[in-house]
C-alpha cells in the first residue's frame, strides 16, 4: 500500500547531541511537511516542501534545518537538541493540484532528549 | 496568519452524538479538515469541506459555513473507539509566496465515551 514512513518511531538523545529524522513516501505528492507536536498542543508546522521549493515557518528555530534530496525523501535535522525539543515529530504529504488532497501522515517519531 | 479554536474536552455516552465546534480565522482558505487522533499516534483523516454546507460519511459528518469561518464535526452513534482527539485544520491557499497550501491545525478536542 501506499504510505508514508518516519524513521525510527522512537529516538533518544543527548542534549546538543545532533539527530536526524527520516520520512519516506510512496504516494508521489508534491507537497512533504514536518510538524512538530508537544502533549495536548497542535501540530505546530516546520517546514513544508512543493517539490524542492523550501519553505521555512517564521517561528522555526535555526536549530531545525530541513533536506529533501528527491520526490521521496525528506529529512529533519536538529543540529543540537535541547531538553525542549522533546515531542512527536510528524511527516506529512499531500498532493497540490487536481482536486483537493488531504494531509497523509506518517506514524511519526517520538523523540526525547536526555 | 491562522486562528483556529476548539473546546479542550466534551464528555459523551456511548451510542449519544457529539459535536465539536471549531472556528478560525485566516488570510487565505482553501479547506476545513477534520482528523482523528489517538493518544501516541499520527493523525488519520476523517473528513473535509470546501464549499459550505454538510458532508456526511458514515458516523462522522462535517459542516462549513465560510462566511462565518465556522465548522463541526458530528460523530453519531458513540463507540468507545471513538475516545480520542480531533483536530481541526485549515488548509491555505497554493501557489502564495509562503504557502503551498499548507495547513494549520486546532488544539485538537479531546472526547471522551463513556459506557
Known amino acids: 500500500d501506499a504510505m508514508v514512513i518516519q524513521n525510527p518511531r522512537y529516538q533518544v538523545t543527548q542534549f546538543g547531541k545532533p539527530v536526524t529524522l527520516s520520512c519516506s513516501q510512496t504516494l508521489n505528492h508534491n507537497v512533504m511537511y514536518w510538524y512538530q507536536q508537544k502533549s495536548s498542543q497542535a501540530p505546530k508546522l516546520l517546514f513544508h516542501?512543493?517539490?524542492?521549493?523550501?519553505?521555512n515557518e517564521a517561528d522555526t528555530p535555526d536549530n531545525f534545518q530541513s533536506r529533501r534530496p528527491n520526490t521521496s525523501f525528506c529529512f529533519l535535522d536538529i543540529r543540537s537538541p535541547g531538553l525542549g525539543d522533546t515531542a512527536m515529530y510528524l511527516c506529512?504529504?499531500?498532493?497540490?493540484?487536481?482536486?483537493?488532497?488531504?494531509?497523509?501522515f506518517g506514524q511519526g517519531t517520538r523523540l526525547t532528549v536526555v | 496568519g491562522q486562528n483556529i479554536d476548539q473546546p479542550t474536552e466534551m464528555t459523551a455516552t456511548e451510542g449519544a452524538i457529539v459535536q465539536i465546534n471549531c472556528t478560525y480565522q485566516t488570510s487565505g482558505f482553501n479547506g476545513l479538515f477534520w482528523y482523528q487522533q489517538h493518544a501516541g499516534e499520527a493523525p488519520t483523516f476523517l473528513s473535509y469541506n470546501v464549499l459550505d454546507g454538510l458532508e456526511e460519511k458514515g458516523r462522522f459528518s462535517s459542516f462549513l459555513s465560510r462566511s462565518k469561518g465556522y465548522s463541526y464535526l458530528l460523530l453519531k452513534e458513540l463507540q468507545m473507539k471513538d475516545s480520542a482527539s480531533y483536530l481541526c485544520?485549515?488548509?491555505?491557499?497554493?501557489?502564495?509566496?509562503?504557502?503551498?497550501?499548507?495547513?494549520?491545525f486546532g488544539a485538537g478536542t479531546q472526547v471522551v465515551v463513556t459506557p
Open positions: 485544520a485549515v488548509r491555505g491557499l497554493f501557489m502564495t509566496t509562503d504557502s503551498w497550501g499548507k495547513f494549520q
Open positions: 516542501y512543493y517539490d524542492k521549493d523550501f519553505n
Open positions: 506529512a504529504t499531500s498532493r497540490l493540484g487536481q482536486g483537493v488532497s488531504e494531509a497523509f
